[in-house]
């Protein structure tokens, strides 16, 4: 079964076009815990365009006073100012991305090999017993990808899923973006490295997903969910989107 991680950036981006107070991120994120999601994911950009650094302090004392069984997951670029935060926070998992601050979202993974260096830095001050550590990783890394993550001391990938997810109106470009990722998963489950995913995963092609990648300990959903909130709210959307991972 895979977990439901559910990302409130989109959340807090609505929030911040007003300077009031709501929607509330930590009442979202309430509402998506009891309905079953695993966790909560958010990424603290910089200019707090939509995740604020008083939010990640809030959902961290939320989870652990309120829902100690969740996993926090903590998305971001490794800059001194976001690793002084994670060393603060101490979330259970940590997804390092290689953004520009300047970008909408992320939309690459890591050239784990020409970054292999930086990232075992990182990853050393980083890791603890209690924490997990996740690279992105784009969808056709394939076997000498993630060799090149798992020598880093990584604990994960997470695949970058939003190729396929722009597929939704091209059904080949679809398959073979499917294909990539299916490779990718496999050949880092086969070297102990554990798998996630997320970007523009949804309700629509989640089922096609899980049925070619197989493996995927956990995905992270933000953008499809809260799109789909907007019509059905988010406790029912957080059960449909279990329902589809499972």
């Given at each position: 079964?895979?977990?439901?991680?559910?990302?409130?950036?989109?959340?807090?981006?609505?929030?911040?076009?007003?300077?009031?107070?709501?929607?509330?991120?930590?009442?979202?994120?309430?509402?998506?815990?009891?309905?079953?999601?695993?966790?909560?994911?958010?990424?603290?950009?910089?200019?707090?365009?939509?995740?604020?650094?008083?939010?990640?302090?809030?959902?961290?004392?939320?989870?652990?006073?309120?829902?100690?069984?969740?996993?926090?997951?903590?998305?971001?670029?490794?800059?001194?100012?976001?690793?002084?935060?994670?060393?603060?926070?101490?979330?259970?998992?940590?997804?390092?991305?290689?953004?520009?601050?300047?970008?909408?979202?992320?939309?690459?993974?890591?050239?784990?090999?020409?970054?292999?260096?930086?990232?075992?830095?990182?990853?050393?001050?980083?890791?603890?017993?209690?924490?997990?550590?996740?690279?992105?990783?784009?969808?056709?890394?394939?076997?000498?990808?993630?060799?090149?993550?798992?020598?880093?001391?990584?604990?994960?990938?997470?695949?970058f899923t939003g190729p396929y997810g722009g597929c939704y109106a091209d059904p080949d470009r679809a398959q073979r973006e499917l294909?990539?990722?299916?490779?990718?998963?496999?050949?880092?489950?086969?070297?102990?490295?554990?798998?996630?995913?997320?970007?523009?995963?949804?309700?629509?092609?989640?089922?096609?997903?899980?049925?070619?990648?197989?493996?995927?300990?956990?995905?992270?959903?933000?953008?499809?969910?809260t799109a789909d909130a907007l019509l059905m709210g988010f406790a029912e959307a957080t059960r449909r989107y279990i329902d589809?991972?499972?």
């Amino acid at each position: 079964m895979t977990l439901l991680s559910v990302n409130l950036n989109a959340v807090a981006q609505l929030r911040n076009r007003r300077d009031l107070p709501w929607p509330s991120v930590t009442g979202i994120a309430r509402v998506v815990m009891d309905a079953g999601a695993s966790g909560i994911t958010v990424h603290p950009r910089p200019d707090e365009r939509h995740i604020r650094r008083s939010d990640v302090y809030d959902l961290s004392a939320l989870l652990r006073t309120e829902y100690p069984d969740a996993e926090f997951n903590i998305e971001g670029y490794p800059s001194e100012d976001f690793l002084e935060l994670i060393e603060d926070v101490n979330p259970e998992q940590v997804t390092l991305v290689p953004d520009d601050p300047a970008q909408a979202t992320s939309d690459h993974g890591w050239d784990f090999a020409g970054k292999g260096n930086f990232l075992t830095s990182v990853v050393q001050r980083l890791k603890q017993t209690d924490r997990r550590i996740s690279l992105f990783c784009d969808p056709d890394a394939g076997e000498t990808g993630v060799l090149a993550a798992k020598a880093t001391g990584a604990d994960r990938i997470e695949l970058f899923t939003g190729p396929y997810g722009g597929c939704y109106a091209d059904p080949d470009r679809a398959q073979r973006e499917l294909a990539a990722l299916a490779e990718t998963c496999k050949a880092a489950l086969a070297i102990g490295l554990g798998v996630n995913a997320g970007h523009d995963l949804t309700l629509e092609n989640l089922p096609a997903f899980q049925r070619e990648v197989r493996g995927v300990a956990e995905a992270s959903i933000g953008h499809g969910i809260t799109a789909d909130a907007l019509l059905m709210g988010f406790a029912e959307a957080t059960r449909r989107y279990i329902d589809a991972l499972a």
